[in-house]
């Protein structure tokens, strides 16, 4: 099955959209009217995604393996023209929901956008995929000038949560201008790779897996994301059908505002890796410098892979090696990192500095200028580690997902290894890589003591949601044993009113598409 490379305004893909939420998009038409005092011309909309393994690698550009749940922000637009003497503009303002709320505001299209990083507004997400493609239209027409244009938005991924609510915002905004100013054929590919930076600009120094999930799913499939030698998203099925499972998703209620903690949490987690990289690079001799690549700050644990084994190996291209030889250089990589990085307790900037022939000030500048970490060691052993083994536990996740089950216990085998991946992906992510909280590992175990195949937690972490794989039969013990033990405990008072986004079984949507109004 391939994935169509493009979207138009002909496209209609509405099997997960229109039909389960009729409502939700008559309403949204009704307030366009009642907002704008005429109907919209198109929608646009692009999903949240859960991912089913593969984390915090992706911005070390390993694959990773998520797929698009089916919340969505969906945004209609009304194309109109510029009154004569005036500036093109944007009006921008949204149908209310819970931490989301009502706001109207103008855009002047006179140039450069400016992205608020110090708010943590929604708007940032609307002028974060506006500032990403503008330039790409800008780039394509020397004469261009920007359609003035009526937007409202409604989203309904839960916010904070990890399941990408922001990723979701930035991919429909950019997709509603690009459509607007009349690009017919858009490439996914483009669109991936605009709002992967340009969703960088407002808050965290991320990786694409987000992006390349809202934009590129199909519905029924996971995505299995490759970054390098470039970007590709493949669909791919669950082998199994009997037994029955699901993938359940819970939300801890943790809030996990990437944006503000960036600093301690995910941007410090890719400013480590950057460094155990270069620090690897040194330990190793590598006799050429790492070739700049897409990673945040151009050069990444898998380009010093395939570096490391071109010089070691005489090899031309080691991005065209088979999934065995990929496993054994992994494999290679983390008894590496057990020899060349032994410091458990971290690494100062005094130590880093000196082992790569720098100044502390000229380690300050080359890592944390652009961006502000706080650390007093940087734990390069531990960061390296769970890179690797998790690039490992994706490539086995990936191999399990092509393998055939004939007979219902072959599929519970099946399941249970590919749940298996999850538990050992979870640990990682607790001891190793530090990015779990103790409210994640408990829904975790409750999952597992009730009968989950497996259990992780899914996104960035440090709150947020968590999925599970588990034997159809096993779906209700797993879901009284979270609200009997967790969510009730916690919140006598309100937790009924919690489990509709606090619990739900998630079904593989499609990814962004654009809907014309007739
Ligand atoms: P969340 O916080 O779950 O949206 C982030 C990054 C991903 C990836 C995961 C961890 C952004 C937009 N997303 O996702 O690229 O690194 O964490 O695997 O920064
Ligand atoms: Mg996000």
Not at 91 to 100: D, L, M, S
Not at 136 to 164: A, C, I, K, W
Not at 261 to 281: F, H, I, K, Q
Not at 298 to 314: A, H, I, P, V, W
Request: glycine share 6%; with cysteine.
């Amino acid at each position: 099955m391939n994935v169509p490379s493009t979207t138009s305004l002909q496209d209609i893909y509405p099997e997960d959209a229109i039909p389960a939420q009729e409502k939700r998009w008559a309403n949204l038409f009704d307030k366009f009217k009642t907002e704008y005092g005429r109907p919209a011309d198109f929608v646009s909309r692009s999903p949240g995604r859960v991912n089913l393994i593969g984390e915090h690698i992706d911005y070390m550009l390993y694959q990773v393996f998520p797929m698009a749940v089916t919340a969505d922000v969906i945004i209609a637009v009304g194309i109109h023209a510029t009154p004569a003497g005036s500036l093109p503009q944007i009006r921008v303002a949204n149908i209310e929901g819970v931490k989301f709320p009502r706001r109207d505001f103008k855009i002047p299209l006179d140039g450069i956008v400016e992205v608020d990083h110090a708010s943590p507004d929604w708007s940032n997400y609307f002028k974060a995929g506006l500032s990403g493609v503008l330039p790409y239209l800008r780039e394509s027409d020397d004469q261009f000038v920007p359609v003035s244009m009526d937007v409202l938005v409604h989203g309904n991924v839960p916010t904070g949560s990890g399941l990408s609510s922001s990723t979701a915002f930035v991919c429909a905004s950019a997709l509603a201008v690009m459509a607007a100013n009349g690009v017919s054929n858009i490439d996914k590919k483009e669109l991936c790779e605009r709002t992967i930076a340009s969703e960088r600009a407002v808050g965290t120094i991320g990786g694409g897996m987000d992006q390349v999930a809202s934009i590129f799913s199909l519905s029924g499939s996971a995505t299995y994301v490759s970054f390098v030698p470039e970007l590709t998203a493949e669909p791919v099925e669950f082998p199994v059908t009997e037994p029955g499972f699901s993938c359940l998703v819970a939300h801890s209620y943790v809030d996990s505002f990437k944006a503000v903690t960036a600093p301690v949490c995910y941007n410090l987690r890719v400013v480590e890796c950057t460094m155990a990289t270069d620090y690897l690079s040194k330990s190793l001799g590598l006799k050429k410098a790492l070739p700049s690549d897409a990673s945040p700050l151009g050069r990444s644990l898998r380009g010093l892979q395939n570096t490391y084994f071109e010089e070691k190996d005489g090899r031309d291209d080691n991005f065209q090696i088979s999934p065995e030889t990929f496993e054994k250089q992994l494999e290679k990589l983390v008894v590496l990192v057990e020899q060349h990085l032994p410091q458990e307790e971290g690494y100062t900037r005094q130590e880093i500095a000196k082992h790569l022939d720098i100044t502390v000030d000229e380690l300050t500048a080359k890592y944390m200028s652009r961006h502000t970490v706080r650390a007093d060691r940087f734990k390069l052993r531990q960061r390296a580690l769970h890179v690797f083994s998790e690039a490992l536990r994706v490539l086995k996740f990936r191999s399990l997902m092509s393998s055939t089950a004939s007979t219902p216990a072959d599929g519970q085998l099946l399941l249970q290894s590919l749940g298996n991946l999850l538990n050992e992906a979870q640990a990682s992510c607790k001891n190793t890589y530090e990015c779990s909280c103790e409210e994640l590992d408990e829904l975790c175990s409750l999952a597992l003591e009730a009968g989950a195949y497996g259990s992780r937690l899914t996104g960035a972490g440090w709150g947020g949601c968590s999925v599970h794989l588990v034997p159809s039969d096993k779906v209700e013990d797993v879901k009284k044993a979270w609200i009997e033990k967790y969510y009730k405990k916690r919140w006598p008072d309100k937790w009924e009113g919690m489990l509709e986004e606090g619990i739900v079984v998630s079904k593989p949507g499609s990814g962004s598409y654009l809907y014309k109004v007739e």
